[in-house]
Antibody, heavy 122, light 107 residues
Framework: QVQLQESGPGLVKPSETLSLTCTVS????????WSWIRQPAGKGLEWIGRIYTSGNTNYNPSLRSRVTMSVDTSKNQISLNLTSLTAADTAVYYC????????????????WGQGTPVTVSS | DIQMTQSPSSLSASVRDRVTITCRAS??????LSWYQQKPGKAPKLLIFAASSLQSGVPSRFSGSGSGTDFTLTISSLQPEDFATYYCQQSYSTPRTFGQGTKVESK
């Protein structure tokens, strides 16, 4: 069974950089897109971006100037860096898998991590 | 960006009720539409992909329909464990976008 586990600091200061890692177990990260999604408390879901195991990325234009994603296939890990943090970045951050092949050619997010809460505060 | 609009934002229903949630895309997305269920403190769970395909392990009381811009999620007979928030999401293009969510509450 595929499992995703996000990890990172729960508290980050304003203007600093957030670094999160998603570790995938129970399956290979190869041939999938891996997405990051966030959710402020009591609000909806916002897609941050995705990375393919080749390193190709797509970022949300609203965050593109501050986001970097990377992949380490040897460790089965995906990473997210978000710079210049403000209180508006306080949220639960999820990683999720996006398959591309049959029967999932419509590219849903089929596996999600449990999420890691991040608070931006001094 | 493709805007996804769900309605209603919330609804009250009783066990065994039939529940319908709609999702409209701001442009045609063919069948690149998924539905997720989220319970408090938990990650979203995939229910429906490709607009109408039931994810493995999801009860058959959940069904999806639609194509193009208008989509529907139906719960044929609401069960106690179905009280949750439901989101639609388009995967036709990036950035991926979600509806604002529909909270299904107990009447």
């Amino acid at each position: 069974q595929v499992q995703l586990q996000e990890s990172g600091p729960g508290l980050v200061k304003p203007s600093e950089t957030l670094s999160l890692t998603c570790t995938v177990s129970g399956g290979s990260i190869n041939t999938y897109f891996w997405s990051w999604i966030r959710q402020p408390a009591g609000k909806g879901l916002e897609w941050i971006g995705r990375i393919y195991t080749s390193g190709n990325t797509n970022y949300n234009p609203s965050l593109r100037s501050r986001v970097t994603m990377s992949v380490d296939t040897s460790k089965n890990q995906i990473s997210l860096n978000l710079t210049s943090l403000t209180a508006a970045d306080t949220a639960v951050y999820y990683c999720a898998r996006e398959p591309q092949t049959h029967p999932y050619t419509s590219r849903p997010l089929d596996y999600w991590g449990q999420g890691t809460p991040v608070t931006v505060s001094s | 960006d493709i805007q996804m609009t769900q309605s209603p934002s919330s609804l009250s229903a009783s066990v065994r009720d039939r529940v319908t949630i709609t999702c409209r895309a701001s442009q045609s997305i063919s069948n690149y539409l998924s539905w997720y269920q989220q319970k408090p403190g938990k990650a979203p769970k995939l229910l429906i992909f490709a607009a109408s395909s039931l994810q493995s392990g999801v009860p058959s009381r959940f069904s999806g329909s639609g194509s193009g811009t208008d989509f529907t999620l139906t719960i044929s007979s609401l069960q106690p464990e179905d009280f949750a928030t439901y989101y639609c999401q388009q995967s036709y293009s990036t950035p991926r976008t979600f509806g604002q969510g529909t909270k299904v509450e107990s009447k």
